[in-house]
């Protein structure tokens, strides 16, 4: 059977795709137009037909769409869960990545907030992406009775924690930094709740 050209993705839909998962495993830096065509399997007029500023633009989209797909997944686990399990949830997810990609796949917003040498506008565009995880994580504490302060202050310490913890995590090959951080931010965050009893 054929698929539809709905099911087929667009050359710019494969770029896009084949930048995000280049940008993961070898960065902004390490990542050249030849290994995105190669990666993607498009024409290099492809990528200034989509793109006419070229790579720089090609990573700040790419940026753009890997945080719009994780913002999606966290506004998932904040809509159905409480702020720990969400948590859990947030840093299971990376330690299924970190696990499935044999510890090569880092975060590609990570990546683009390094990036400003070769694409830069990107850290602006990972700095939105950030804020908007954030956001997410922020709201749904206050839903759950947490101060607004308190409550941006410890989505930003959630954020920081985990995606350092992945960076740690990929050094050492190992998914114990990520598990350390899951137990401590989950005793913070309780605490915050007024769950955690001495």
């Known amino acids: 059977m054929t698929p539809s050209p709905r099911e087929t993705p667009s050359p710019r839909e494969r770029l896009i795709a084949g930048t995000i998962a280049l940008v993961r495993e070898r960065g902004v830096a390490g990542t050249g137009i030849t290994d995105l065509l190669a990666r993607s399997d498009t024409a290099r007029r492809s990528v200034y037909q989509n793109f006419p500023r070229g790579k720089a633009q ?42 499935a990609s044999d510890f090569t796949a880092g975060c590609p917003i990570v990546a683009a907030a390094l990036g400003g040498t070769e694409a830069p506008l ?53 998914v114990r930094p990520l598990d350390q951080v899951a137990v401590h931010l989950a005793e913070l965050v309780s605490l915050h709740l007024g769950e955690l009893r001495a």
């Open 58 to 99: 090609l990573v700040e989209e790419s940026t753009r769409v890997a945080g719009q797909l994780m913002s999606s997944i966290i506004a998932e686990f904040t809509a159905t869960d409480g702020p720990v399990e969400s948590l859990v949830a947030f840093v299971q997810m990376w330690k299924d990545t970190l696990e």
């Open 122 to 174: 990107a850290p602006a565009v990972a700095a939105e992406v950030f804020a908007d995880w954030m956001n997410l994580l922020a709201a749904q504490l206050e839903r759950a009775g947490v101060g607004e302060s308190v409550a941006r202050s410890l989505a930003a310490t959630t954020v920081c924690a985990i995606e350092g913890a992945a960076v740690l995590a990929i050094s050492s090959r190992s």
